[in-house]
């Protein structure tokens, strides 16, 4: 059978009447901008992370919930199914010892409870698999998470805790995917939430403990006709400093690439990297045996302003994610200079568009 | 070996009706048995499909009561219990340009996952936003030549809506192409508004090889069916009709066996001399059986390659008239197109020749048996045939006995009702010759008494060649005796039915929902304003709806009545006063007979039915007639139901008129008025009677196709047996004509022969046409769809039995007796 969905159906619509896009700058407010927003197109709450047990046995993992949006206008009808707003829901899990890595995902319409995000307090779920927010009532840039998910081979039940405030992306946020106006998305993330709970992999319980990110973005649309995927990095480093960059990649010109990203300090205060400050260049290759599909299989990375240079690894190769999208989402492990002093680090990679 | 080939093929040569009537007999039968198996196995075939379709191959169903399932029970499954491989799915039927199609409303998000009508691209993200966007099969759009995308008018449950056609189906396969014909694929909002199922689903498809953990989790109200379940229970109900149609298919069979007995016997009666020369010369008696089977069987090819077509043929007239009894009686099917599955071929051919080696072994071995020198004699041939009587009429009585036995011992089995059937004509067929030899020494007399030596001569003719008039009168007889049996089961069915109408149908004006899916029931405020109207005495309201069951689907009327209405119930054994308090006052139910046939339920029984909160249990208090539908009905009172079932909808009621209003026109009155919505059918008692007589009427059309297919079959095959008895005697004949006897005289004799011949066949009918309605009515109706039928006598099968059997004689004299009359004597005499 087909795929019946692609990227292209997701993120590059022909038409965005009636949408809203991301044109300027806006005052994020929380916990209300953790939820939804339904009159853009595409909205997706991320959480990556790298996780150990007690016999440093490592695992990388991601849950994500899509939202899209099939109209801007919500759909007309006494039926309680109706609704433009439709959800889909990626986990994945990778076992470094075993080099194996699992996936699954769910669709759901945003009606009659079966999905949807509520903001206060912050809930997002795709029918039993969920992101619940603890409210903190004492401490308002505190982000309590609970994930729960739970698929034939495997589960997550872990408790993630930010220990680093909110990091805007581009300007206050708007962060741009070419230079054209409008193809951006509202984006911020949590880049350090200390991780722990459970991993159940074939019916063994590992406790496992770890570092995780969560990424929430939406726009309406973020892809130029021209550009045709993306890499996306997101690094924490032993110094407590992390990186998120991307690169839109132009299909036929690399000169053409667009490269932005953020860099955040120990202390959470961050640096906008655009396309000159730095540089991402692909080691090696993966052939997907699934898809066959050749993936870049690591990465130098040069932050010039801060004269940092990290190589990046994967945990394994093969992290292709084997759902409706096909697209590569793995851990990797850091290691790298900063100044010449040695660094290590973690870090998950994103790549799409590759055939 | 080739002399033998060559002596066959001349005699066939000089005498070619025997070739043809041989061929003409197998065809018939062939084609009939033939057509009917095409036509059962066509429409079980597009029953199986779109079943297959339209549970998109799931393995179970969840289920719920009248109402449907709470579609919050849903969500509490997908969610709360985590049950994955579940899809939520409204239905409902919906006709487009006189097209009926099944509208499927499914969560596309739901099927992704597991494949199920996945649509790439757009369109299934289009189903859901755009509004009543709909899904079809290109084919079955251009076969309504409608161009992808328009916007079509519908109806649905009588009133109009536009949807809007956006893309096509796309089938992954060859089934699904032929199940998703009659399909429009919708999202399951838009099937909810449209038919006005709002919070409602139909039900739940599950994929699942543990039924039993689903189960536990169920809550009260709702059942998990295996969809193979479904499926059978479904073929079942149509099961005792296929069967039904088969046998009548069968007797046409026979009928044509009957035809080729007969022109073999008398193929091998005229060749007797030359038979006798061949054995004299040394031909062993198994060299001379097997050339005359061999014969046989190459007429019998001939005949089934020609049966075969006509039999193709047939089909594609039967198919409309067995999907419509199926629509009228059981479910919606579409079956345009036949397959002619290579079993019913191989089935037809088996047939063929295994009956046209039963019906020429017999004479082959007599031809056989007999000594070199006997066997040339005629009279020889005579003489053991009336030697046989005896023997041949204590089979007969042995093969009733089996019959009698059969049905005494067997209770509910249908095919043993149809072999009871068969015993029981086959018998008649054996004696035959008995009952023609004591009619003949009836009618001698008195035809010695009105027509003198003529008459004489032609009773004596008859008798003197038993050996071939025999088989001819008993062809006759048993396809006429079909025609009186069927007639007769037919009229007093239909007797029945109108009785139990003028019965049950007592209220004056009946107005119910166009379609029961309609969980919403008739607006409260339509019934108040009518009942209050100064025309209106009182008002009954009904409820119908089903419950489905791991046993199946029980249609339950829940019915507020009074007193004096409920005493329309015809109650088989209580009288209905009797049992009235407790109706009204306790879990009590009365059931209609086919219900209590099929679940073999009596009177004082219990019935267990999974009510909204749990399972209840009900006693059957009463047995009423009903022919409305085979599968039955489980009645109560409405206030049995409302105390089980959270559902207050109505989906029928009955206005009975004070004295003096005339039902029709206060119908007109109602239409005019557009005091009734669309959605809702009104009609007087009159109107009601009429058109359920209709779809009676229409329902039987195939029973007298088949009757008619029969009489055609039985004309031909006497008249070919009585053409080739007389004129086989031209030598006879001639000998009269030379002694003296006048063309008018000779005229005379051979149509009195023929005709003689045919009254007996018709008297001889008339007895076993009345045991045949009989075992039809009492046995094989009870047995096959649980109805008890008054039987009726009507004379007019009689008479025209008579006169059919009579004519169809005379009519076969006809041209023999031209030909004697025309012929030389001299010249016949020294040629034969």
Same mark, same amino acid.
């Given at each position: ?18 949408f ?10 929380? !916990? ?8 853009f ?6 959480i ?37 707003q ?6 994945a899990?990778?076992? +470094?010892?075993r080099k ?28 039993d ?10 401490c308002a840039?505190?982000?309590r998470?609970? %994930?729960?998910v ?11 805790n ?19 106006? *409008?193809?951006?998305s ?28 969560l ?7 973020? %892809?130029?006709?021209?550009q ?8 924490q ?30 202390k ?5 990297l ?7 260049n +692909?080691?090696?290759s ?12 690591g ?10 240079? =990290?190589?990046?690894t ?35 990679v ?6 | ?18 070739g ?12 009939v ?14 029953l ?14 969840i ?15 997908r ?52 509004h ?43 089934i ?13 909002s ?53 069967l ?30 030359t ?14 059986f ?8 190459? =007429? ?17 007239? %039967?198919?409309r008239?067995?999907?419509?009894t ?28 295994a ?16 000594? !070199?020198?006997?066997?040339?004699l005629? #009279? ?19 093969l009733?006995?089996?019959a009698?036995?059969l ?13 009871? =059937?068969?015993?029981?004509i ?10 023609l ?8 007399? /008195? ?9 004489r001569?032609?009773?004596? *003719? ?8 025999q ?27 109108e009785?139990?109408?003028d ?18 029931g ?11 109207? !100064? ?6 309201t ?16 829940a ?13 088989? #054994?209580?009288?209905s ?8 006052a ?35 208090a009463?047995?009423?007639y ?5 599968r *039955? /009905? ?14 207050a ?15 029709? #026109?206060?119908?007109?009155q109602?239409?005019q ?29 195939i ?24 004129l ?38 008339? !007895?076993l ?48 007796a031209?030909?004697m009359?025309?012929a ?9």
């Open positions: 059978m087909q795929p019946p969905l692609s990227v292209n159906d997701f993120l590059r619509s022909k038409k965005d009447d009636g809203q896009k991301a044109l300027h700058p806006i005052a994020f407010e929380f !916990p209300r901008d953790h939820g939804a927003h339904p009159r197109r595409n909205e997706w709450w991320y990556t992370g790298n996780l150990r047990d007690k016999n440093n046995r490592r695992f990388g993992f991601q849950f994500t919930l899509f939202r899209n949006a099939l109209s801007a206008e919500p759909v007309n009808s006494e039926s309680r199914w109706a609704t433009s439709v959800y889909l829901a990626h986990v899990l990778t076992d +470094a010892q194996r890595h699992y996936s699954d995902e769910r669709f759901a319409r945003g009606a009659l409870g079966l999905a949807g995000v509520d903001h206060t307090p912050f809930q997002a779920w795709l029918e698999w969920r992101l619940v927010s603890e409210p903190i009532e004492s840039s505190c982000l998470l609970r %994930l729960e739970d698929t034939d081979e495997f589960s997550l039940d872990l408790n993630l930010n220990t680093k405030p909110v990091v805007l992306h581009g300007e206050a946020g708007l962060s741009q995917k070419s230079e054209t106006k *409008g193809n951006a509202y984006y911020y993330s949590y880049t350090r939430l200390q991780s722990a709970g459970r991993v159940t992999l074939n019916d063994v319980e590992y406790t496992v403990a770890g570092q995780s990110w990424d929430h973005e939406w726009s309406t649309s973020s %892809l130029q006709p021209d045709v995927g993306w890499d996306w990095f997101s690094v480093l032993s110094d407590q400093t992390e990186l998120m960059l991307f690169q839109l990649r132009h299909e036929l010109d690399s000169d053409q690439n667009f490269l932005y990203g953020t860099y955040v300090n120990a959470g205060q961050t640096k906008q655009n396309g000159s400050g730095f540089t991402v +692909a080691t090696g993966w052939t997907s045996p699934a898809t066959g599909a050749i993936y870049p299989a990465w130098t990375i040069s932050i010039h302003d801060y004269a940092v240079k =990290l190589w990046l994967p945990l394994i190769p093969g992290q292709e994610l084997s759902t409706s999208f096909t697209y590569w989402e793995g851990a990797v492990n850091v290691r790298g200079t900063k100044n010449n002093q040695s660094l290590q680090g973690q870090g998950y994103e790549l799409t568009g590759y055939h | 070996m080739k002399l033998r080939a060559l002596m066959s093929l001349r005699f066939v040569r000089r005498h070619p009706w025997h043809v009537l041989s061929i003409i007999g197998i065809s018939l039968g062939i084609s048995v033939l057509a009917i198996d095409i036509t059962n196995e066509s429409a079980r075939r597009a199986r499909l779109s079943n297959a379709a339209i549970t998109s191959g799931s393995t179970h169903y289920a719920g009561g009248p109402r449907g399932v709470d579609e919050r029970f849903y969500t509490e499954l969610v709360k219990r985590r049950m994955r491989n579940i899809r939520p799915v409204v239905s409902g039927h919906v006709s487009l340009k006189g097209r009926r199609f099944v509208l499927l409303g499914v969560d596309p998000f739901a099927g992704i996952a597991s494949g199920r009508f996945a649509q790439p691209g757009n369109d299934m993200f289009q189903l859901t936003t755009v009543n966007a709909v899904l079809m099969l290109q084919s079955s759009a251009a076969e309504l030549a409608i161009d992808v995308p328009a916007t079509l008018t519908a109806e649905i449950s009588g009133l109009a809506h536009d949807l809007r056609l956006i893309g096509v189906l796309q089938p992954e396969n060859e699904q192409q032929l199940g998703l014909r009659n399909v429009m694929l919708t999202d399951i838009t099937a909810q508004s449209i038919l006005g199922m709002v919070g409602r689903l139909s039900r739940i498809d599950v994929d699942t090889d543990a039924p039993e953990k689903i189960k536990e989790q169920l809550p009260s109200g709702l059942t998990l069916i295996a969809n193979d379940l479904r499926s059978r229970t479904t073929e079942q109900m149509t099961r005792a009709f296929h039904n149609l088969t046998a009548l298919s069968l007797l046409a069979l026979v009928i044509g066996a009957f035809l080729i007995y007969n022109t073999m016997t008398l193929s091998i009666l005229q060749r007797r001399e038979f006798a020369l061949l054995r004299a010369l040394g031909m062993t008696s198994k060299e001379l097997t050339d005359i089977l061999l014969e046989a069987l190459v =007429l019998a090819a001939l005949g089934l390659l020609l049966g075969s077509l006509l039999g193709v043929w047939f089909s594609t007239t %039967l198919l008239l067995v999907s419509d199926i629509n009228n009686l059981y479910f919606t099917i579409d079956v345009r197109s036949i397959s002619v599955p290579p079993q019913s071929l191989l089935n037809a051919g088996v047939l063929a020749l009956a046209t080696t039963i019906s020429v072994s017999h004479p082959a071995w007599e031809a056989m048996r007999t000594s !070199p020198a006997a066997n040339a005629r #009279s020889n041939v005579e003489l053991e045939a009336r030697l046989r009587l005896k023997y041949l009429s204590v089979c007969a009585v042995c009733w006995c089996a009698a036995a049905l005494l011992w067997t209770d509910r089995s249908i095919v043993a009702g149809f072999a009871a =059937l068969f015993l029981i086959i018998g008649f067929a054996l004696i035959t010759p008995l009952l030899l004591i009619l003949l020494r009836l009618f001698v007399p /008195v035809l010695d008494r009105q027509l003198g030596v003529i008459g001569m032609a009773g004596r *003719g008859v008798r003197a060649c038993l050996s071939r008039t088989i001819a009168v008993a062809a006759l007889a048993i396809a006429i005796s079909a025609v009186v049996g069927v007639s007769v089961m037919i009229s007093s069915f239909r007797q029945s039915v009785h139990w109408l019965n049950f149908l007592r209220a004056d004006v009946y107005i119910a929902q166009q379609q029961v899916h309609l969980q919403s008739i607006d409260y405020r339509l019934i108040d304003s009518i009942s209050v109207m !100064p025309e209106v005495e009182s008002v009954s009904g409820r119908w709806t089903s419950v489905e069951s791991e046993s199946g689907v029980t249609q339950l009327f019915l507020d009545v009074s007193r004096k209405g409920f005493r329309s119930f015809q109650l088989k #054994s209580a009288d006063d009797s049992i009235w308090p407790r109706f009204i306790q879990d009590v139910v009365i059931v209609s007979e086919s219900y209590a046939y099929h679940h073999d339920l009596g009177v004082g029984d219990v019935l267990t039915i999974p009510a909204e909160r749990e399972k209840v249990k009900f006693e059957i009463g047995i009423y009903d022919y409305g539908t085979d *039955g /009905v489980v009645t109560m009172h409405r206030d049995t139901y409302n105390r089980h079932w959270n559902d909808a109505i989906t029928s009621f009955a206005l009975y008129l004070k004295q003096g209003i005339e039902a029709d #026109s206060f119908v007109d109602l239409n008025n557009q005091l009734v919505e669309s959605t809702l059918r009104v009609r007087s008692n009159k109107t009601l009677r009429e058109k359920s007589l209709q779809v009676f009427d229409r329902t039987f059309i029973t007298d196709v088949l009757r008619l297919l029969a009489i055609g079959i039985a004309i031909i095959g006497i008249l070919s047996a009585l053409m080739a008895i007389q086989e005697r031209a030598k006879e004949f001639a000998v009269l004509r030379a002694v003296g006897l006048g063309r008018g005289q000779l005229w005379a004799l051979v149509t009195t022969e023929s005709g003689l011949m045919g009254l007996i066949a018709g008297i001889i009918a008339c !007895p046409g009345l045991i045949m309605a009989w075992v039809l009515i009492l046995i094989i109706n009870r047995r096959s769809f649980g109805w008890t039928m008054q039987f009726y006598f009507d004379p007019e099968p009689w008479i025209t039995a008579l006169l059919l059997s009579t004519a169809a004689a005379l009519l076969a004299g006809l041209y023999p031209l030909r009359i025309k030389q004597p001299g010249l016949a005499l020294k040629y034969e």
